[in-house]
């Protein structure tokens, strides 16, 4: 899978059996018909995010592909229940075997009498397990804010698959396409608990802390709101333990990778004189990787301190850096992927361009809840970023994500999980 429904199971895999997450396109057995399908799947997904960024054809190309996901607009409520093409496609798929290796070794693999429960981060391992009769209890998380047709089984109202949602029109969504309102948890999204601490927040609450000081330079936002900084974090240090730090997304598809040349450009002169930081978050594409290293070094920043790739060959050592990083990450600029819920950890998010409708639905949430910023010309970064930062913008998007988000939807997934299975 990619980078979304990884990061989303890996802070749940200490509640793991084996403490092993299976990846569903690429675990050890794997027939190779089922293998073909979730490759193609991937690199027409990864070829379409990049060829949207050819002028004309490359956005009408993607406007076709994205009516297939297209998630229909709300209002006004009605039933949503009637399946997709999309949804069609996949279950004929399934109904000529896809998957179903898959299942029976998840079926042997655990050892018991009961199987375990399955949890997925995508719905189509979900719809898998249910169609050849995984005995055990099966869960899929969602990882946005609104969701297609797609995530709702053919027949949604005999399905037994039992939904973590994030957001509040998640829940409702799932209603409208058919889903019985008590297979529908409202838990939030998984966060890295290693970026949150125990149920009291102990280590989010520091971290917000030394960040609201990079982020509120002229006290701004606490000369107004001093009182309810107090009630949530307590006194604040004296100085922050981290320069100011901006942290740039790259998608798995290598997508939008000429925005952080942009913003390396133009903040050139502020990363020389160590006025900011720069972390460029690039996963596990090696030639993401070389496409920042060439432009570092290009522009002759390639010794200095204050400039960072994130890049590791494997998902679950990225991932650990990733969270570790952000414990000193003052700004997160990123598309409005999964990433939109790391909001919730008192990170202002400035966002960058969609990709798919989902992300569009996410933006959405995030600037009507207060949680981020719409980037403005990369191009003029040097002078709209510090302007916002002398405002308290970015420290008032901190902690409204802090307060209004959720945070603990880790252990709120593990506690169902316990409850449902006994």
Known sequence: MGYGHQRTAFPLKYLAFNGEIINANDYLGIPEKDRKIWETTRI???????????????????????????????????????????????????????????????????????CPPLVST?????????????????????????????WASLNPKLSRIKYFVPTERVAERLQLYGIK??????????????????????????????????????QRYNYYYELLIKKYLGKL????????????????????????????????????????????SVGVKEKT?????????GLGLKNAENIEILFEKDFEKYFQKFNQALRTTDILWTKPSELSFYSALGLPIIIAPTIGSQEEFNKRWLVKSGFGLLQEDPSHVEQWLFDWLEQGYLAEAAMQGFIEGEKLGTLNIKRVIEKCSG
Not at 65 to 78: E, M
Not at 83 to 92: D, G, P, T, W
């Open 44 to 114: 027409f997904y990864e070829f379409i995010s990049n060829f949207k960024r050819i002028s004309l054809i490359g956005e009408f190309v993607f406007f076709v592909f994205d009516r297939f996901q297209k998630i229909l607009s709300f209002y006004p409520k009605r039933d949503l229940s009637e399946s997709n093409f999309q949804l069609k496609q996949i279950f004929s798929m399934i109904e000529n075997g896809w998957g179903k290796d898959l299942i029976e070794t998840l079926r042997r693999g655990s050892g018991q009498e009961g």
């Open 289 to 297: 990787r070389r496409y920042f290293e060439k432009n570092i070094q």
């Open 181 to 218: 309102p008590r297979n529908i948890f409202f838990t939030g999204y998984p966060l890295p608990m290693e970026n949150i601490g125990g149920k009291n927040m102990e280590i989010l609450k520091e971290d917000l802390g030394h960040r609201l000081l990079n982020l509120d330079p002229k």
């Open 122 to 150: 995508f719905f189509t391992p979900a719809f898998m397990a249910e169609h050849f009769k995984y005995p055990g209890d099966i869960f899929c998380i969602v990882c946005d804010t609104d969701i297609a047709r797609a």
């Open 237 to 280: 240090p004296s100085s922050s333990n981290h320069p100011l730090t901006l942290m740039f997304s790259v998608g798995g598809a290598g997508a939008q990778k000429e925005i952080g040349v942009k913003i390396l450009k133009c903040l050139k002169r502020k990363i020389k004189l160590r006025e900011i930081k720069i972390i460029f």
